[in-house]
C-alpha cells in the first residue's frame, strides 16, 4: 500500500510544483491574468481626474461664440463650473437659461467634442469643503436665469466666463482675473461688427466690465488638468 502511495506522490509534486511556478510567471508578467484572482486595472476615467470647482473650457460654433474667439484672439468661446452634486458630475453653465448639464453631455456639445480642464494651483488648501459648499450655495441664485447675450456686468442676466469669476469671487473670495472692457477686445472684424450691430445698433457699451473665457483660461491662478485638443 505504501509503494503504491509512493508510486503516484512524485508525479503529484511534480504537477503542483509545475503550476505554482506557471501561476507565479502569470501574475508576475500578465497582472490582467484571470487566474491571478486580482481586479485588472482599468484605465483612469475623466471623472477620476476632474474635481469639484474645475473650469471647463470648450469651443462652441454658433455664430455669437464665433464673434468672441475671433475678438479675444482665443479657441475657446464657452466655459462652465465642475461640480460634484450627490456623487453626480454636472457642469454649470451659463446658456439659455442658466443650468446644471451633466458633464458627459456638456463635452459632447463642443467642436470635435475637444475641452480643457483647469484648476486653481492651491485647490487642496483653499477649496475646502466649506468653500465649495459656498459656492454652490451662491450659484443657485443665478440657476434658470436668463443667458446675457448683451455681456452686461449686472446679475439681472448673465453670461458664461461672468458666472464663472463671480461665483469664485463671492464664493471664494477669488478673482480669477482682472476685469476688461468691451473695447479692449478686437471689434473690428467683420464677424464681430455684424454681432454688435445686432446686439447694440450704434450704441456699444465699449466701457462695460467685461470677461472672457480666454481671461479666465490664460489666468495665473489656474494650472491645467486635462486638455485634449
Known amino acids: 500500500m505504501n509503494k503504491k502511495k509512493s508510486k ?15 501561476l507565479f510567471v502569470a501574475m508576475k508578467f500578465f497582472p490582467n491574468n484571470p487566474f491571478s484572482g486580482a481586479k485588472a486595472k482599468t484605465a483612469t476615467t475623466l471623472t477620476d481626474k476632474v474635481q469639484d470647482g474645475d473650469l471647463i473650457f470648450q ?3 454658433s455664430a455669437q461664440c464665433e464673434a468672441v474667439r475671433i475678438a479675444t484672439n482665443s479657441k475657446f468661446s464657452h466655459c462652465g463650473l465642475i461640480y460634484n452634486i450627490n456623487g453626480n458630475w454636472f457642469v454649470f453653465e451659463a446658456v439659455q437659461p442658466v443650468k446644471l448639464t451633466r458633464l458627459e453631455e456638456w463635452i459632447q456639445h463642443g467642436k470635435d467634442h475637444k475641452y480643457v480642464v483647469k484648476r486653481l494651483k492651491n485647490a487642496e488648501k483653499v477649496l475646502t469643503p466649506e468653500v ?13 436665469k436668463e443667458y446675457d447675450a448683451y455681456f452686461d456686468w449686472s446679475d439681472t442676466r448673465i453670461y458664461c466666463s ?5 461665483v469664485y469671487k463671492n464664493g471664494a473670495n477669488i478673482e480669477l482675473s482682472p476685469l476688461k472692457q468691451l473695447k ?12 454688435l450691430k445686432e446686439r447694440y445698433g450704434n450704441d456699444i457699451p465699449l466701457e462695460e466690465k467685461v470677461v472672457a473665457p480666454s481671461d479666465l483660461v490664460d489666468s495665473d491662478l489656474l494650472k491645467t488638468v486635462i486638455d485634449t485638443y
Open 8 to 22: 503516484y506522490l512524485f508525479p503529484i509534486i511534480t504537477f503542483l510544483l509545475s503550476f505554482g511556478c506557471a
Open 59 to 61: 469651443t462652441s460654433e
Open 132 to 144: 465649495l459648499q459656498k459656492m454652490k450655495d451662491y450659484s443657485q441664485q443665478f440657476n434658470g
Open 162 to 166: 461672468e458666472l464663472i469669476w463671480k
Open 184 to 195: 479692449d477686445f478686437n471689434l473690428t472684424h467683420a464677424r464681430v461688427k455684424k454681432v
